[in-house]
Nanobody, 127 residues
Framework: QVQLVESGGGLVQPGGSLTLSCAAS????????MGWFRQAPGKEREFVAT???????????DTADSVKGRFTISRNNAQNTLSLQMNNLKPEDTAVYYC?????????????????WGQGTQVTVSS
C-alpha cells in the first residue's frame, strides 16, 4: 500500500500562485505514475498533470490544456514527494486537488487507473 498526503492548498487571489505538495509513504516506487487531479463543486474529477516513468531517471510529463503554461508538475524521488506549482491562478481553478499514484505503464489521464489517492487539499481562487 501507498499512502499519499497533500498539503499547500488555501485561498489565493486571481493571478496569484500556490505550490501543492504530496508526501508518499509505504511501498513507494520511483516507477509509479504520479499525478494531480481536481474536482470542482458539482463537477466530475478531472486530470490536471502527471509524471510517468520512462526508464532510469527519465520521466515524461503530461498537462491538461486548461492549465498548460501555468501549472508545472515535478517529483523528488529522494524525498518521495510530488509537487504542483500553480501560477496565474484563475477562479475556475478552484477545486479540491488530489494526488494520485498508479502502477508503471498505466494510462496517465484515466482516473480509474489510479490505485492510490490522497485525501485532497482545497484551493480557492477568489478576490
Amino acid at each position: 500500500q501507498v499512502q499519499l498526503v497533500e498539503s499547500g492548498g488555501g485561498l489565493v487571489q486571481p493571478g496569484g500562485s500556490l505550490t501543492l505538495s504530496c508526501a508518499a509513504s509505504g511501498r513507494t516506487d520511483n516507477r509509479y505514475t504520479m499525478g494531480w487531479f481536481r474536482q470542482a463543486p458539482g463537477k466530475e474529477r478531472e486530470f490536471v498533470a502527471t509524471t510517468t516513468w520512462i526508464r532510469g531517471n527519465n520521466y515524461a510529463g503530461d498537462t491538461a490544456d486548461s492549465v498548460k503554461g501555468r501549472f508545472t508538475i515535478s517529483r523528488n524521488n529522494a524525498q518521495n514527494t510530488l509537487s504542483l506549482q500553480m501560477n496565474n491562478l484563475k477562479p475556475e481553478d478552484t477545486a479540491v486537488y488530489y494526488c494520485a499514484g498508479a502502477l508503471p505503464g498505466t494510462a496517465t489521464r484515466r482516473i480509474a487507473s489510479y490505485a492510490y489517492w490522497g485525501q485532497g487539499t482545497q484551493v480557492t481562487v477568489s478576490s
